[in-house]
């Protein structure tokens, strides 16, 4: 059964101390970043080495598209969800994006890329930005869902972020802790609704590094209020819930790395990550060994079902896809 921390290593293959750290049994998952990458055929390579210590691992990455892709030589380089949104046949296109995402990442043995950002852009943020489809919840449901439904054809479940939206405030939740001073009304009319629409098609939910003073003390992703009165009780959502990067500045207000995992998962989390900061995952690996969490076995729903692969540019889809991409200027 998988753990629940998600780390990361530092280099291009595994180290002896980076063995050592995926065998202990709290350890449920590893994100993957550009250092990481120099090509399809090494991370394949990686990920059949990361398997060989624990099958069981779930191993994710960021490949939004646009700004936030860490898969790029020999990937397609994916457009912004924002320059999808300004096309006339934008959800075909979305769904045309989220197959292809989702199946180059799947081609090289990972399982899941954290995606779509379902923040809305409301031209405040600059960490959101491109990054989301669209400022109007509506349009942003449609073109979000169409995306998901790329993904799912493919053989890879949703991460909806940064639940219950990090559009609105300003501050950079990776260097900073932004607060959003509107009323749960205001944020329920607006930017949860793509939360609220999709809550069925999602796999998984990562809460924003975000401080909603007028709903709750505390950053949503240490928040029962958000993640278990709102997200689960109103919303009705029981997928999984991964907490976002414990390391950023938004989630310092907790104390250190032991503390940020152990009120992640009493909130409601089911895995936490603890990323560019070994001493921090150390901290929060030695946390959960004396917590003696149970792991949540929802975290199996997001093994990716397709298979690595070295042949899939030769479908039929991959070229319809790329071809539609292009002709709408969205690839080079």
Not at 15 to 26: G, I, K, S
């Amino acid at each position: 059964m998988q753990g629940s921390l998600m780390m990361d290593i530092a280099g291009t293959w595994l180290t002896a101390e980076d063995r050592q750290m995926l065998r202990q049994p709290e350890v449920g998952g590893l994100i993957i970043f550009a250092r990481n990458i120099e090509s399809p055929r090494q991370v394949r390579e990686l990920c059949q080495s990361i398997r060989a210590v624990r099958p069981d691992l779930l191993l994710a990455v960021d490949q939004e598209g646009g700004r936030v892709q860490r898969l790029r030589q020999g990937f397609l380089r994916l457009p912004a969800m924002r320059a999808i949104a300004d096309n006339d046949n934008a959800e075909e296109l979305a769904e045309h994006c989220g197959w292809l995402m989702a199946t180059e990442v799947l081609a090289v043995g990972l399982d899941l890329s954290f995606a779509p950002v379902l923040d809305l852009d409301h031209q405040r943020s600059a960490v959101v930005g491109s990054r989301a489809f669209e400022g109007d919840p509506q349009r942003a449901t449609a073109l979000a869902a169409a995306f998901i439904r790329g993904m799912h054809q493919a053989g890879m479940a949703a991460t909806g972020k940064h639940f219950p939206g990090h559009g609105w405030a300003e501050a950079d939740s990776h260097v900073a802790i932004p607060v959003d001073e509107r009323s749960l009304d205001e944020i329920r009319a607006c930017d949860m609704q793509p939360f609220k629409r999709l809550a069925n098609e999602l796999g998984a939910v990562m809460p924003a590094h975000v401080i909603y003073p007028q709903v709750d003390e505390q950053p949503a992703g240490f928040s029962r209020r958000w993640l278990q009165d709102i997200l689960r009780g109103e919303l009705g959502f029981d997928g999984v819930i991964f907490s976002d990067d414990l390391s950023m500045a938004g989630a310092h207000v907790v104390g250190d790395a032991g503390k940020r995992i152990e009120a992640a998962l009493a909130a409601g989390c089911d895995m936490g990550l603890v990323c560019n900061d070994r001493a921090s995952a150390e901290l929060a690996l030695s946390a959960l060994q004396r917590l003696q969490v149970r792991p949540a076995e929802r975290l199996q729903r997001m093994r990716g079902r397709g298979h690595a692969c070295t042949d899939y540019r030769q479908a039929p889809r991959w070229s319809t896809a790329v071809a539609a991409l292009r002709a709408a200027q969205l690839l080079d």
